[in-house]
Every structure is written in structure tokens, then in C-alpha cells.
T-cell receptor
């Protein structure tokens, strides 16, 4: 069975400081990993994905994430946070070559960037 | 950029009534999904759909739920006899089939369903 853990309900960071939102996963075989962001009253907006290859993937709005197979982690990072980054962030996983299986989401981490 | 659109944005219904939530997936996508998010909780998978049939469904997707692609553009979720615990945000998603199974799912803005 697939699962995702986001250990922090809330992350607070000062504007301009680096941010990290943590994610660990469990899946049979190799994973496809995704980060989505949700702004108030909006749907889930795709940020970035890891499929294969380079462990550091870059996505929208200056976000990046590092895949670590030994630690089964896929932490989301940004070198310099903006107030506009404040939102709910979801990590998701599905197994590679798994046909049309759905995404399994973590419970989300609320990021607050303080000016 | 093409988007998944959902209507209505908010639906208020009496318990026991039927509701239909509507979605227009991105036009060249062929994989479709419904998820729900109860307030303050995680996003949960309901059902996936491909080639005019259900691919997979979760335990939540019981006999009161059904999905349909009535024409070439719409994808609907019907809840036959709503219960209080069906109150949630319902998200539709679609995925491009042309470039492999690693493509991300694209989500609509959701329908907030409130059961009274």
C-alpha cells in the first residue's frame, strides 16, 4: 500500500529565508512523486514532480524538491520565501508503471511566510 | 493554459436528496478522477475513469456514488441519497494520456458540497 507522511502541520518562516516542507513516502517499487499547492478556495495546483534521473527537480515559482531514495523522502524547498508562498502544500505519490492508479496524498502542511 | 472546470462552485442540499457535480476536464485528457477533501482533512481518492469505465475506486465510493461521461466533454459525479458526512470539497482531476503514466493530474477548483 502507498502512503505519504507530512510530519509538520504548520511551517512558519520569515520572508527572504529558505523554506523546507518535509515529505516521506512508502510505495511498492519506484515512485512517482508530486508536490501540489492549494490557495484558499482553490483547487490543487501542480508544482513539480520526480519521475527518474536527477534527484533535484525544479518546479514552478522557484520551488525545488530533492528525492532521497535511501530516506524515502521528497522534501520541498525554496531558497528565499515570499509572503505570496503562504498556502497549503500537499505531497503525493503513486507507484511507477501502475496504470491508472490514483495519487495518494499527505495530509498537507500549511506554510506561513511572515513579512 | 487549459484548465479543469467544475460547476457549481457551491452546492447546498437537503439530506437524502440527489446531487450531481459537474466537471469539464482538459480537452485532450482521457484519464479522469474524483477526489474529496473534508474540511481540515487530507485529499481522498474516490474514483478513476478511463475509456468509459471505472478503472479503480476507493472504499468511500459505495453504491450511492456513480460517475458518468454523458458526452465528449463532461464528467459527472452523482450522489444518490446524500448524507451529512458527504459534506466536503469535491475535486475533479484529469491527466494527459499521450505522454506516459508519469504526467501530473490537473485539478479543478472544486465544488463545496454542504448537506443540511
Amino acid at each position: 500500500a502507498q502512503s505519504v507522511a507530512q510530519p509538520e502541520d504548520q511551517v512558519n518562516v520569515a520572508e527572504g529565508n529558505p523554506l523546507t516542507v518535509k515529505c516521506t513516502y512508502s510505495v511498492s517499487g519506484n515512485p512517482y512523486l508530486f508536490w501540489y499547492v492549494q490557495y484558499p478556495n482553490r483547487g490543487l495546483q501542480f508544482l513539480l514532480k520526480y519521475i527518474t534521473g536527477d534527484n533535484l527537480v525544479k518546479g514552478s515559482y522557484g520551488f525545488e524538491a530533492e528525492f532521497n531514495k535511501s530516506q524515502t523522502s521528497f522534501h520541498l524547498k525554496k531558497p528565499s520565501a515570499l509572503v505570496s508562498d503562504s498556502a497549503l502544500y500537499f505531497c503525493a505519490v503513486r507507484a511507477q508503471y501502475s496504470g491508472n492508479t490514483p495519487l495518494v496524498f499527505g495530509k498537507g502542511t500549511r506554510l506561513s511566510v511572515i513579512a | 493554459e487549459p484548465e479543469v472546470t467544475q460547476t457549481p462552485s457551491h452546492q447546498v442540499t437537503q439530506m437524502g436528496q440527489e446531487v450531481i457535480l459537474r466537471c469539464v476536464p482538459i480537452s485532450n485528457h482521457l484519464y479522469f478522477y474524483w477526489y474529496r477533501q473534508i474540511l481540515g482533512q487530507k485529499v481522498e481518492f474516490l474514483v478513476s475513469f478511463y475509456n468509459n469505465e471505472i478503472s479503480e475506486k476507493s472504499e468511500i465510493f459505495d453504491d450511492q456514488f456513480s460517475v458518468e461521461r454523458p458526452d465528449g466533454s463532461n464528467f459527472t459525479l452523482k450522489i444518490r441519497s446524500t448524507k451529512l458526512e458527504d459534506s466536503a470539497m469535491y475535486f475533479c482531476a484529469s491527466r494527459d494520456h499521450n505522454r506516459g503514466s508519469n504526467q501530473p493530474q490537473h485539478f479543478g477548483d472544486g465544488t463545496r458540497l454542504s448537506i443540511l
